[in-house]
């Protein structure tokens, strides 16, 4: 069973920074997706950021130029750079893996795909 532990949230005014990571138990597979969602209050959860086992990386459209993923195979870890951040960026953010399915391109950036998640970590951004 895969874990995942997300940390580095917190609160910050806007143009502020954070950085987030999610600790993974195991990285064994050979293909395989990460991602970064978030969940506003009253909002579905959407992806933010992808990943994949070949470097490919998504962002959705708000956060380009703003946040960058990243993973470290050394220290089983996934990151994500948040910079310039907006109240629109407040809720709270998962990081998720994607093990059962070969994809071929990009990660979708679908919560459906996904099978497990880390317990969330809370970014909250004030004007």
């Known amino acids: 069973q895969v874990q995942l532990v997300e940390s580095g949230g917190g609160s910050v005014q806007a143009t502020g920074s954070l950085r987030l990571s999610c600790a993974v138990s195991e990285y064994t597979y050979s293909n395989f997706c990460m991602g970064w969602f978030r969940q506003a209050p009253g909002k579905e959860r959407e992806g933010v950021a992808t990943?994949?086992?070949?470097?490919?990386?998504t962002y959705v459209d708000s956060v380009k130029g703003r946040f960058t993923i990243s993973r470290d195979y050394a220290k089983n870890a996934l990151y994500l750079q948040m910079n310039i951040l907006k109240p629109e960026d407040t809720g709270m953010y998962y990081c998720?893996?994607?093990?059962?399915?070969?994809?071929?391109?990009?990660?979708?950036?679908?919560?459906?795909?996904?099978?497990?998640w880390g317990q969330g970590t809370q970014v909250t951004v004030s004007s």
């Open positions: 990943i994949g086992s070949d470097g490919r990386t």
């Open positions: 998720a893996a994607l093990f059962s399915r070969v994809i071929i391109g990009a990660c979708p950036p679908s919560t459906g795909y996904y099978d497990f």
